[in-house]
């Protein structure tokens, strides 16, 4: 009884909750509070796909559900990136007739690593795919390991596993699991010293030796072994290599693939994504069609124009200083002048005002390459701090704390405008600079 009621009212919920943009956790964590077992309850008859890990997992999951959705299945996911208990609970009940069951034939879900645990309690996934494992808002997560712990209670013995054979510390989860790995081999764009601050992977997993790396694709991804030990990147059932990075052309075993988005780390994501797909019964050449067909969310990724200018804007996680190295790694590719504004904000939703993470970021890979550096947010001052601690030239430093008064600092700048931000304050800043 306590089931249909929670189904009940948590369906009501989702539908007034679209009207005023609180429909993607209310509705599950108001049906939790009325039926707490209620993810247990769903009689699910489709294949599960589950898709973690520090960065990435959004787009990622997303990817997954448009292959399977051009190839033609039935798909439910949430879409939004609502990862924790209650936005999965609304994907679900959102997606169940009245009786319970959810009838698509393929769950993807994007679920937060720390959340896991509590997640995958009463029902499991068939697939986990993860993406990566970096240090991520530590205040709220801790290291790497204490991840790597919550993750292993997560993953039930019947769970297949898809790892990153690129990432030493991802791919050793659950070693008693079934698995397969995807990887991307060394290309023009991977490099022989680490650029980043950010390596967290620096130590073999297996005899802590000192671990060599062959090459970079970014922070600790790339090609691996240690001396002492032969310990070494797994060997890869789904190999990507970039024929043309420029045009976003690569192949994933000998079935070419396209994207718009041109980076390392989203060819690797696309990789991820396929193999997960192929694992769950999609033909490979028909997943690799399917993923060129993808296209970047624009909260994510955008190009538009302010009066004469190009502008951009690159989703970059606060606290996540991988997240931070990728974007400037955008910056980096494109060419011509460019002016970079970043918005740093107190931590979200605790509002704590920690900015150590600025210091894991590798700024100094921007010195000399762009015009100028505008810090906005709460905490802009915080990061001309940590600019002038990187030697950079303050002159070129703009600091405008107020986002109400950014767009005439930015237009005090030249070139293309490329801002760097976090998902809930990228709307505010481009609405303020396309004024």
């Known amino acids: 009884m306590k089931f249909k009621l929670a189904l009940l009212v948590g369906k009501i919920l989702y539908f007034f909750g679209k009207f005023v943009g609180k429909?993607?956790?209310?509705?599950?964590?108001?049906?939790?509070?009325?039926?707490?077992?209620?993810?247990?309850?769903?009689?699910?008859?489709?294949?599960?796909?589950?898709?973690?890990?520090?960065?990435?997992?959004?787009?990622?999951?997303?990817?997954?559900?448009?292959?399977?959705?051009?190839?033609?299945?039935?798909?439910?996911?949430?879409?939004?990136?609502?990862?924790?208990?209650?936005?999965?609970?609304?994907?679900?009940?959102?997606?169940?007739?009245?009786?319970?069951?959810?009838?698509?034939?393929?769950?993807?879900?994007?679920?937060?690593?720390?959340?896991?645990?509590?997640?995958?309690?009463?029902?499991?996934?068939?697939?986990?795919?993860?993406?990566?494992?970096?240090?991520?808002?530590?205040?709220?997560?801790?290291?790497?390991?204490?991840?790597?712990?919550?993750?292993h209670e997560a993953i039930g013995p019947e769970v297949k596993l898809v790892l990153n054979a690129n990432d030493p510390i991802s791919s050793r989860l659950a070693l008693q699991n079934e698995r397969v790995y995807y990887g991307l081999c060394e290309s023009e764009a991977s490099t022989k010293e680490c650029q980043s601050i950010t390596h967290d992977a620096k130590v073999c997993p297996v005899c802590f030796h000192r671990l060599r790396y062959d090459y970079f694709h970014y922070n600790h991804i790339g090609g691996y072994h240690c001396d002492a030990c032969g310990y070494e990147n797994p060997q890869m059932k789904y190999v990507s290599r970039i024929e043309n990075l420029s045009e976003g052309a690569f192949v994933i075993d000998d079935h070419p693939v396209k994207t718009g988005y041109n980076s390392l780390f989203n060819i690797l994501n696309m990789t991820a994504c396929v193999a997960v797909c192929c694992e769950a019964g999609i033909p490979e050449e028909e997943a690799c069609k399917a993923v060129s067909s993808f296209q970047v969310s624009k909260e994510r990724y955008d190009e538009f124009q302010v009066g004469e200018r190009k502008a951009v804007m690159i989703l970059s996680k606060n606290q996540n200083p991988v997240s931070f190295d990728q974007s400037i790694s955008q910056v980096l590719s494109m060419e011509g002048e460019k002016t970079v504004v970043i918005y740093v904000n107190n931590i979200n939703h605790t509002g704590h005002r920690d900015t150590t993470w600025l210091y894991d970021i590798a700024f100094e890979r921007l010195k000399g390459k762009i015009e100028n550096l505008v810090c906005t947010g709460p905490r802009a001052y915080d990061l001309a701090v940590r600019l002038n601690m990187a030697d950079f030239d303050m002159q070129k430093v703009k600091v405008q704390p107020f986002r109400s008064r950014l767009k005439a600092t930015v237009d005090e700048t030249k070139g293309t405008i490329c801002v760097l931000t976090e998902l809930y304050d990228a709307k505010g800043i481009l609405e303020v600079i396309s004024r």
């Open 23 to 151: 429909s993607s956790n209310l509705p599950g964590d108001i049906a939790l509070k009325i039926c707490p077992d209620m993810l247990g309850r769903f009689q699910i008859k489709g294949k599960i796909i589950a898709v973690t890990g520090s960065n990435g997992k959004t787009t990622t999951a997303n990817m997954v559900a448009h292959v399977l959705q051009q190839c033609g299945h039935t798909v439910t996911n949430n879409a939004k990136g609502s990862n924790m208990t209650g936005g999965v609970a609304t994907t679900l009940l959102n997606a169940a007739d009245f009786s319970g069951v959810v009838p698509q034939e393929y769950v993807v879900l994007e679920v937060d690593e720390r959340f896991s645990r509590i997640i995958f309690k009463s029902f499991s996934p068939h697939y986990m795919l993860v993406t990566n494992l970096f240090r991520d808002q530590l205040t709220r997560n801790g290291n790497v390991d204490v991840i790597i712990d919550k993750l």
